[in-house]
């Protein structure tokens, strides 16, 4: 089936978020989220772009929101400590079971898992020096995502970083990601909703264009290979 991609298929759903989701297929799921994020999401280049100049100046507080399985958190804990830089870093979700299994896998790398809103943080004055997310703008509507970008700006201190990461919905995005998975189904991504779920948030991403429409003004987005979208917000000191 070839799927119209010209608008975001808002109606569709990710089995993952289903509340009777079955508990082996979204462990496996949050698992393989590993292997995705290395093959798609580029946390390094995010890291020493993003993180790493911001990190050398103090002991910096990075905000994960939808951090799902927590790798990504897990990485990014990985790599500061290997150049030897303090930091905070908080894993937040609002699905209590994505929760769970990322703080049963922490392994030792020391960050906070959290479940709640970020309304939630805003509320309790609470501040990052970087926010970011990975996937998660795409199940936001576009109210929410509004409000969602509204307060994790809120959340970002002096001279901080917002940074929602993102696939771009395309024709081509959604065949590749077909051709890519579809030798792996019944290996690497079987028992997971890896490939479905993939296939249903590629229909349900923002454009480019209507990431701009929807962010106010000092938000930029940038694209990327492969697929990718970037939503950004500096914090300068005169902001706020
Ligand atoms: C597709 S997963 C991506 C997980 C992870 N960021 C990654 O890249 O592997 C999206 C995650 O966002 C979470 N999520 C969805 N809406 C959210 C919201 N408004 N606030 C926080 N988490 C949310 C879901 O529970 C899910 O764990």
Redesign the pocket.
């Known amino acids: 089936m070839r799927p119209d991609l010209r608008a975001r298929a808002t109606a569709e759903r990710?089995l993952?978020?289903a509340a009777d989701a079955d508990p082996a297929m979204l462990e496996r799921t949050?698992e393989r989220?590993?292997l995705?994020?290395a093959i798609v999401?580029r946390p390094g280049a995010v890291y020493r772009r993003d993180v790493r100049p911001r990190a050398r100046r103090r002991r910096i507080r990075v905000l994960?929101?939808?951090?799902?399985?927590?790798?990504?958190c897990r990485a990014l804990t990985g790599r500061l400590r290997r150049d030897g830089v303090d930091a905070d870093v908080t894993a937040?979700?609002?699905?209590p079971?994505?929760v769970a299994w990322a703080r049963a896998h922490d392994d030792g790398a020391g960050v906070v898992y959290r479940c709640?809103?970020?309304s939630e943080l805003v509320a309790g004055g609470e501040g990052f020096d970087i926010v970011l997310?990975?996937?998660?703008l795409?199940?936001?509507g576009e109210a929410?995502l509004r409000r969602?970008l509204a307060d994790t700006r809120r959340l970002v201190a002096p001279g901080g970083l917002v940074a929602h990461?993102d696939i771009a919905r395309s024709r081509l995005a959604y065949a590749a990601f077909a051709a890519a998975t579809l030798p792996f189904a019944g290996t690497l991504l079987r028992g997971s909703f890896i490939r479905p779920?993939g296939l249903t948030?590629i229909r349900r991403s923002y454009t480019a264009a209507e990431l701009s429409a929807a962010a106010q003004p000092g938000w930029s987005v940038r694209r990327g290979f492969p697929a990718r979208l970037e939503l950004r917000w500096e914090r300068d000191d005169g902001d706020h």
């Not at 994960?64 to 990504?72: K, M, Y």
């Not at 997310?133 to 998660?136: E, P």
């Open positions: 990710e993952m978020d949050y989220f590993r995705v994020n999401s994960d929101v939808g951090a799902g399985g927590g790798d990504l937040l979700d609002l699905d079971r994505a709640a809103p970020v997310s990975n996937h998660l795409h199940h936001l929410e969602f990461h779920d948030s």
